[in-house]
């Protein structure tokens, strides 16, 4: 049946090199119309590449693209989307300080006589916004004051503003919650009836399994194989994604857990985090579960003082006096760390080595009255970069050339280096492909063994299930239910996570007596 | 996981394109000026050099955080002009007047870095108010006149180890310090992370204000101390340093720190300044018009920082 | 007053403070200090020199006051005002820098707006200024210029007249030129370094030094800027020594810079082979000038210049005189005529 589909783009043996790493290499694709087509692979095999090629962003130096039977060779993203081929990329490439009717429409404004007509565009950016499901998203709001979910849902608006024939989707769901997923999916079904491709990048199998018509796994650049999605069960998937026999094999176990680490007691942040109280115990991990803009990210930040606090106090470590943490350097000093969730901006020095980002939190362990020991740094980084698989070919690379998901392995890096035992981690999976998600998985079990306090904020609510001990909801800023595992009740979770949404009485009795 | 590392060590590539590039121009002036492969003209050099570079360094730390200071120029011409009201109007010792002035100098950078901290204002604004305070002050501590010292600092300038001037090695030690600073010590590490992600540093658990305060002091104190090397050659003239930041900053700029900040080496801006310095004494020796001295610099300036650009893209491998 | 400098600097402050605003974070700060800025300002700037309605108000708009000649020429027409408070009354304003020539031409603007009745002027420029000065005369105010002599051809092209006070740079510089000479012999190597190459009394000073070289068949090898500045003179005597090491002498277009070839003369060690000619006489210089190591320079007055031309502005504002040029003393200086 597949073969009654018209081809619309055909990739023959295309390669890309990055000084010496060969990125992608004599990779062999068709692209049907109507049909979502996954790509798969470890980070850093080359997916971000190969789909960077396709929209233009990226040269190829081998190999031949067809649209359509004629040969495509796009010079620039623009080129690419006039012969109506579109790209969301998987690092945001929102405008911070446009608003986001502006960022939807970059490339034609509409105008007359050079200015452009505002009525015109935030009527088109809200009806487009409604059409997706995005209303709560305002078309006149600056993108960079959006939380990452939204902006991510915001690129997304852009990439289906405009006819296309072939839609590019590099890790669309990297920071979004389920609903949103579910309208995203609503969306790619559409335009695959309208007969266009879908190229679909995730590392979430669950998802590609109900999306994707075909699957193309790639590893080290090279095309392992492409089959339909029938044909292959997630662990065939997963074994030729690493080259090895891998099993999904994590479970648990009953932690011991110790003494209180952290207790946060009636936490308030502005309008985003109201009156929060919970407690961490060494050995556990203590997982965040809620809607996006729940203010699960806010309460981290206020907790780690990268944010100042309204209210409330932070007892650390059994203490019975409050500890005062006005800025992220006291809250490293007393053993907190915070993994954020937006790596680029606010995790990572993005043009320096890989060494330098890891030690950057804990130097002082590599250096003897400020002089760096060099021999030592360089040591330890490297054995980090082993135990975590991050690929790199020299740990002299700069940040920005690693993969998306190798970034996100580097933060982690840089906050298992310090001694910190108090690790929060904010969408740490985020990106992440599933071979080194278990592994983070099995990581962070272990540094609770070794009676660390863990807190994770993810939005994938399985994740959580899976990895956690308790998880607390939380729903319009407040903290409304924790929930222990015994197994925990997915439908009870979800219905905590809307419950300040529906019956906001709570909150509305609470400001009146303010 | 593959791992190759490329032999050639970075900094070789990048020092040896600097000094390729200052060889070329030496070359070209020994064929068009006369006496230009003289002793006598690599003396003038090592004299002229010192207290620029003792200022580029301080730029080049104050560039590395991604901040500008842009009253380098002014407030060593504060600090030579106390030397001088101290060392003649006052009577005072001459190492009294001496510490004076370093300390004016550094007074000068701890305030361009408290109100620039404090208030997280740009540093272009602030050093540009300081430029001006700064001149004012000269102006009004010397009453616009030209104070002439009577051999009190003749000492500094004609004291000689192996022929070469003190102010020179002091530069080149503090050159040599400062690039140790930069690449081998935590501050040095701190200092370029501040300017490459300075809200990446704070969320790492480090303060950036205390490190961008040390930079721009430590450009005041630099300051005060090339002051001291001005004046013992050319006597406390309120308006010594006039547009010296903007020569300054090319040097910087040439040797391939990054104006974005996050990116620098001092080494490398030794080589600027003695590329600036070479190129300044060889178009004099070769007696050129005052137009073809200035389009001449201009274009250098230019092809120098076009020079870089490639350099840093053959570094990232990024071809094509 | 030196408001009127303040005033400049003030906005152009202002100006770019409100440009870095524009840049994220800084915002709110800025602002608030603009505002400070903005409320401390205003009544500084605002504040007047009390005029009596009789007497005649007379402007000086100077060149730099940040240099040491127009500064001591200020302080010249301040203390001779002071002495005759009752006769007239003075504001004296001063650009930052010697090029800015646009600035002089925006204060001398302001002071039409303000309906002095004399200007007296050391023009930044022999040309660019002569336009705003007709102005001036048209709105009745009398103007006499100072120091540097407004281009005769340009006057003549927009039919006007000013009469010009001052010495002649060219005389001076022949003066000491001729007095080098007597040191020297005939076909020695010589070295100039002249001052910014488009101002006026920098030319005329050049040509004088030259003239007295040529006179006397010495050997120009060398004739470059110095930008009136010390470190750059410096530069260029120190490249000028080494390319030419049988020179003889160097003639510098003011003192500041004669400091700087003495500083290259001395690290070249030669010393007692090399004679420097200065222009200006500045008081640090005069020490050197008794040891010998500046050989002479050229004294033009400069705190009676000012005085000069207000006095010759004050007779044609009582009718005493028609507009003529009167030349001003200019005096050699040496370390005989110091003794
Ligand atoms: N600009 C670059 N310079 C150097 N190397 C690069 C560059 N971009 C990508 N690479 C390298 O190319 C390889 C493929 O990267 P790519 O981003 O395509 O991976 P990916 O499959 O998208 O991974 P992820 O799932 O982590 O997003 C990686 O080894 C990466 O380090
Ligand atoms: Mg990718």
């Known amino acids: ?514 | 996981m593959k791992r190759f590392s490329w032999k050639l060590p970075v900094w070789l590539t990048d020092y040896l394109g600097m000094a390729g590039a200052l060889a070329i121009l030496l070359a070209v002036f020994g064929f068009t000026a006369e006496n230009f492969f003289s002793r006598s003209t690599f003396l003038i050099i090592a004299d002229q050099v010192p207290d620029i570079t003792i200022l580029a360094v301080g730029m080049t730390f104050v560039l590395i955080i991604a901040g500008i200071d842009l009253s380098v120029g002014s407030v060593m011409g504060l600090s030579g002009t106390v030397v001088g009201a101290l060392l003649v109007n006052a009577g005072q010792p001459v190492w009294l007047a001496v510490m004076a002035g370093v300390v004016v100098g550094f007074g000068c950078g701890l305030l361009n870095g408290l109100v620039t901290v404090r208030w997280s204002l740009p540093s272009f604004i602030v050093t540009l108010g300081m430029m001006e305070i700064a001149r004012g002050a000269a102006l009004r501590v010397t009453q616009s006149r030209t104070i002439y010292i009577p051999g009190y600092l003749d000492f500094i300038t004609e004291t000689r180890l192996l022929g070469i001037s003190l102010p020179f090695l002091l530069a080149v030690g503090i050159v040599l310090l400062a690039q140790l600073v930069l690449s081998r010590t935590v501050f040095g590490r701190y200092m370029v992370a501040v300017g490459t992600n300075e809200e990446a540093v704070r969320l790492s658990g480090i303060n950036p204000r205390p490190i961008k305060l040390v930079v721009f002091a430590l450009s005041g104190l630099l300051a005060g101390l090339a002051s001291i090397i001005q004046t013992a050659r050319y006597q406390a003239n309120p308006n010594n340093g006039q547009g010296v930041e903007l020569q300054v900053i090319a040097a910087v700029v040439i040797g391939g720190t990054s104006l974005m900040g996050g990116r620098g080496s001092v080494i490398s801006t030794f080589f600027g300044v003695l590329i600036i310095s070479v190129l300044e004494t060889g178009l004099a020796q070769a007696n050129a018009q005052e137009s073809t001295k200035r389009l001449i610099t201009g274009a250098v300036i230019v092809a120098a920082v076009i020079l870089d650009y490639y350099r840093q893209r053959i570094r990232h491998g990024k071809a094509g | 007053m030196v408001a009127q400098t303040f005033v400049q600097d003030f906005i152009e402050f202002i100006t770019k403070g409100i440009q870095m605003m524009e840049t994220k974070r800084s915002r709110l700060p800025a602002a608030g200090i603009l505002f400070l800025g903005l409320m401390l300002g205003i009544p500084a700037c605002a504040r007047k020199t009390p005029s009596g309605p009789d007497k005649p108000v007379l402007a000086l708009v100077m060149k730099s006051l940040a240099n040491e000649f127009f500064k001591t020429m200020e302080e010249g027409a301040r203390q001779h005002h002071q002495e005759r408070a009752s006769q007239y009354d003075l504001k004296v304003v001063g650009i930052k820098n010697e090029e800015d020539v646009s600035q002089q031409i925006k204060y001398v603007e302001t002071l039409i707006a303000q309906k002095v009745d004399a200007i007296v002027i050391a023009p930044s420029d022999s040309k660019a200024l002569v336009k705003v000065c007709k102005q001036a005369m048209e709105a009745g105010i009398v103007v006499v210029n100072i120091d540097n002599k407004l281009d005769a051809e340009v006057l003549a092209s927009n039919g006007i007249k000013i009469p010009f006070v001052g010495p002649d740079n060219r005389k001076g510089a022949r003066l000491a030129g001729d007095y080098l000479a007597r040191r020297l012999q005939a076909g020695d190597a010589v070295a100039i370094i002249e001052g910014v190459p488009n101002a006026f009394n920098g030319i005329q000073r050049k040509l004088g030094f030259e003239e007295a070289m040529k006179a006397s068949g010495m050997n120009i090898v060398s004739s470059q800027s110095g930008y009136w500045e010390t470190a750059k003179a410096n530069q260029v005597a120190a490249a000028i020594l080494t390319s030419h090491p049988a020179l003889k002498a160097i003639l510098c277009a003011n003192d500041s810079m004669a400091l700087g070839a003495m500083a290259a003369v001395k690290a070249a060690g030669k010393t007692s082979d090399v004679h420097i000619v200065g222009f200006d006489n500045i008081e640090a210089v005069q020490t050197l000038l008794r040891e010998g190591r500046i050989l002479a320079t050229v004294d033009q007055h400069g705190d009676k210049l000012a005085i000069y031309g207000i006095e010759y502005a004050l007779d044609i504002l009582k009718g005493q005189t028609t507009p003529a040029d009167k030349e001003t003393p200019v005096d050699l200086i040496t370390a005989e005529t110091l003794r």
């Open chain 1, 1 to 514: 049946m597949n073969q009654i589909r018209p081809v619309i783009l055909e990739l023959r043996g295309i390669g890309k090199s990055f000084g010496p790493v060969r990125a992608v290499d004599a990779v062999v694709l068709r692209l049907q119309g109507g049909q979502v087509h996954a790509l798969v692979g470890e980070n850093g095999a080359g997916k971000s590449t190969l789909s960077k090629i396709m929209a233009g962003m990226l040269a190829p130096d081998g190999g031949q693209m067809m649209l359509d039977a004629k040969p495509y060779a796009p010079s620039n993203r623009n080129e690419a989307e006039q012969s109506g081929i579109r790209i969301v990329t998987q690092e945001f490439n929102l405008i911070s300080t446009l608003t986001v009717a502006e960022n939807i429409f970059f490339n034609d404004l509409p105008r007359s006589c050079g200015v452009i007509r505002y009525s015109t565009l935030n009527e088109k950016a809200s009806r487009l916004l409604q059409q997706i499901g995005l209303d709560f998203i305002h078309p006149t709001s600056r993108a960079g004051d959006l939380p990452v979910g939204s902006q991510q849902l915001v690129e997304i608006a852009s990439g289906l503003s405009r006819q296309c024939r072939l839609l590019i989707l590099d890790e669309p769901t990297a920071s979004l919650t389920d609903k949103e997923t579910e309208l995203l999916f609503s969306q790619i079904k559409a335009l695959c009836r309208q007969g266009a491709a879908v190229v679909y990048i995730s590392h979430r199998m669950e998802e590609i399994r109900r999306i994707a018509d075909v699957v193309t796994i790639l590893r080290d650049g090279r095309v392992v194989c492409t089959d339909t999605m029938d044909s292959l069960t997630t662990g065939e998937i997963v074994n030729r994604m690493v080259g090895r026999d891998w099993s999904d094999e994590y479970r648990r176990t009953t932690p011991e857990t110790g003494p209180v680490a952290l207790r946060v007691e009636h936490l308030s942040v502005g309008k985003k985090v109201r009156d929060i109280s919970f407690v961490a115990h060494r050995g556990e991990i203590l997982g965040f579960a809620g809607l996006m803009g729940a203010g699960r990210t806010e309460a981290m930040r206020a907790i780690f003082g990268a944010d100042p606090i309204d209210s409330g106090r932070i007892y650390l470590h059994g203490s019975q006096r409050p500890s005062r943490i006005a800025s992220p350097k006291d809250a490293v000093r007393h053993g907190i760390a915070l993994l954020t969730e937006n790596r680029k901006e606010e995790g990572l020095l993005l043009i320096k080595s890989i060494r330098s980002n890891c030690t950057l939190a804990s130097m002082e362990k590599f250096s003897t009255a400020g002089y760096v020991r060099s021999a030592r740094e360089k040591k330890h980084v490297g054995g980090l970069a082993d135990r975590l698989r991050l690929r790199c070919w020299n740990t002299e690379q700069a940040a920005w050339e690693l993969s998306g998901g190798n970034q996100q392995k580097l933060v982690v890096a840089k906050w298992l280096s310090t001694e910190c035992d108090i690790l929060i981690f904010d969408e740490p999976t985020r990106g992440i492909d599933v071979g080194a998600k278990f592994e983070l998985y099995h990581l962070l079990s272990d540094l609770a063994r070794r009676q660390k306090a863990i807190l994770v904020v993810s939005s994938d609510l399985k994740e959580l299930m899976l990895l956690c001990d308790r998880i607390a909801v939380m729903s319009a800023g407040r903290l409304v239910e924790v929930f222990d595992r015994k197994p925990f009740d997915e439908a009870a979770i979800n219905r905590a996570a809307f419950r300040e949404y529906v019956h906001p009485v709570h909150s509305q009795e609470h400001e009146r007596n303010a």
